[in-house]
């Protein structure tokens, strides 16, 4: 069973940076496409950001281009979302997912329907 667990969340004022981490355990992350994600209470799960298995292609939601990146570290089984110059618009629940695909485009990075493995999220909350 594959295990993801996010951590790194708190509160940050606005222009703050922030670097979530989501470990696996379990299974290798280095098979595995892995996206980001965030949600709001009464909205969909919104995708942010994800990046691919095999050649670190990576993706970002036009909202936070620019601001924040997606890395992973093979070795530590480890994937991380640095935030950068934060917005209260940026607040809400992020999670990690992981999933395998053929091919990872914009609309997987989009659509959380399309992954099947999930942390349990941590909140990042950006206030002044």
């Known amino acids: 069973q594959l295990h993801l667990v996010e951590s790194g969340g708190g509160l940050v004022q606005p222009g703050g940076s922030l670097r979530l981490s989501c470990a696996a355990s379990?299974?290798?992350?280095?098979?595995?496409?892995i996206g980001w994600f965030r949600q709001v209470p009464g909205k969909e799960r919104e995708g942010v950001s994800c990046i691919s298995h095999s050649d670190g292609t990576t993706y970002y939601t036009n909202s936070v281009k620019g601001r924040f990146t997606v890395s992973r570290d093979n070795a530590k089984n480890t994937v991380y979302l640095q935030m950068n110059s934060l917005k209260p618009e940026d607040t809400a629940v992020y999670y990690c997912?992981?999933?395998?695909?053929?091919?990872?485009?914009?609309?997987?990075?989009?659509?959380?329907?399309?992954?099947?493995?999930w942390g349990q999220g941590t909140q990042v909350t950006v206030s002044s």
């Open positions: 997912a992981a999933e395998i695909f053929v091919r990872v485009s914009p609309l997987n990075c989009a659509l959380y329907t399309t992954w099947n493995s």
């Open positions: 379990g299974f290798t992350l280095d098979s595995y496409a």
